[in-house]
């Protein structure tokens, strides 16, 4: 396989954009992550785009077919790829294996949602696809009642506490504050999550990431060409990804994702590094639990550990290891598609030492983990500077 | 880059499943594949499937989540790729390049669709997510009203007439006639076509592919194992897959389709051979115009001579290049998203000397031709039996 490097980043603010379309959103990315990469359109080969439900939240499919036009990238071939809210990581794979086989050298690849032109109810029922829509959401099980069960169920074994999961919200707050594309910059305290209304007991609004727009893209190109470009390439040092069962009650465990531990192994055997050797990492936060079972799933801290870890402050921004610098899914945002490849894009800034007012002191390597649905597909991704 | 086989084909019956459901046709499939192929279930190192719609069609998406816990896969990774009607053919073209990476060695890949438990104007409006949305579905142009359009374009042109179109179903159905997969294994005359209820005009009911369920899948071993399994391998040797305009009106030709001349371009240098090196294809007919302008645009035929080439027999079984020898989308049926991957079968089984009643006499190369929506994305694959 050829060694891969990321030569160019790029987002859109994530929000509510009432004023521009899925089209203009993933144009506007892409744009700015070929501007970032100083290389011209035409020598891009191929790309790959991550979004979950298009055909449900828009009416359209054909979203690789729909970009080629819009970028102004006809006749190369562009491909979507959908795993859930693992959809954008998933893309990235792709691209990372088109450029490593040989197939193609430049490859833009984005991820991209557009969430907020439907009713709540409606998006809520579109994102249960994510899940086992026959024995989960046809019963009523939306993602806040999954993710629900596997809070108590983490509580239960370890004794996580409420105060735990709002201190993930706090930090990620935070974070998101010194980030001018998140979708919420304001800081928030424990009292805040703690009072906010119960969404699925015991998770509160402000456990939950929120509905978004937006889109994210990165340029992807052989290791040696990267460095004839105009930024310094970020290598991408492992791509991995595993599987488990789709419904929760097939699952051995309710408090630890199979997926995210089988991915994180081959991620670091790939690498060959260690949790430890990560200086900071950009997780699936989908509910605040999920960050707790993630960076335990991971190996940053003993499994049950997470919430305390978080409540004492070591996966802040000066902490031992630093968690979604960019505000994660809580705070910067998730268009479910785009999220993958937001990670991405935060972990290429932090390696340039771009991230301005939460830039990790002496970033050296770092990790994205994505997760589709309730953890049916888990994507890691490790990264280096050169 | 690796060389790349095919180890193992299986397929559904193409038709209409009330009986078994989205996940129990995929499982068929893969299954054939898997034994098809004498391996043991656990050597798959990852999977692909290719499925347009199952977001509308069944509430459902992270498809790949799903089937590689219905599979039995779990944990490896299981990726969903989308492109319209193309979207198996883009999914046996990721599993090809995750082989000839080095990423993965023995991949399983499928195609499947689920389409006839809704209506049919339902299932209209959600194919029509595979043109342009805002500016075709949305103001009331369906797929048969687009190919309408270019079987109008083409008449005017070239003198194609609505007999040479029919020409085209006869064929396919008698093609179909020796496939006990097809959804359709009826002989049918001109005077049928003729004679069947306009669609769209000049399309007839007898022009376009039908609503169908069915699923497809092949397993795929880098080719220095290949020989070590039960079957003679069929290696790809070439994978190729290009883009155009989504929406009709941005389109330099209404007559012929862009993105498959230039997939075809690529397809032919890859393999270092020429259409005339072709013993037979399968080729995209949702609509017989579609055929005539594929053979045309893959170079066995000069623009314009498509349709009288059907006409004077050409195509068939004993014509100089047999098309759509399993019956083709005309009346082996159409199950978007395992439409791409079936084709793959079939040249499986005719470069094996498998195709009983339809089998094209030395077949050593194949060509598959798969499309999305109505050009925007075109993919070409050629094999070869060792």
Known sequence: MRRVAIIGAGMTPFGEHWEHGFRDLAVQAGLKAVEDSGIVGEKIDAGYVGTMASGRLIGQEHIGGLLADYMGLNPIPVTRVEGACASGSLALRQGFMAVASGMHDIVVVGGIEKMTDLGVNTVSDILGGAGDQEWE???????????????RRHMEEYGTTEEMMASVAVKNHKHGSKNKYAQFQNEITIETVMKSKVVADPLKVFDCSPITDGAAAVILAP?????SFKKKPIEIIASAQASDAIALHSRASLSSLRATQVAAKKAYEMAKLTPKDMDFAELHDCFTIAEIMGIEDLGFFKKGDGGRATMEGRTGLSGEIP????GGLKACGHPVG???VKQAVEAVWQLRGEAEGRQVKDAHIG????????????VV????NQ
């Open 223 to 227: 290791m040696d060409m990267a460095p």
């Open 137 to 151: 959401l046809f019963l009523g099980a939306t993602f806040p009642a999954i993710y629900a069960l596997m809070a």
């Open 381 to 384: 991704h490790i990264y280096r």
């Open 367 to 378: 990790l994205t983990h994505n997760v589709g649905g309730s953890g049916a597909t888990a």
């Open 338 to 340: 785009a999220t993958g």
């Open 323 to 326: 968690i979604n610098t960019s």
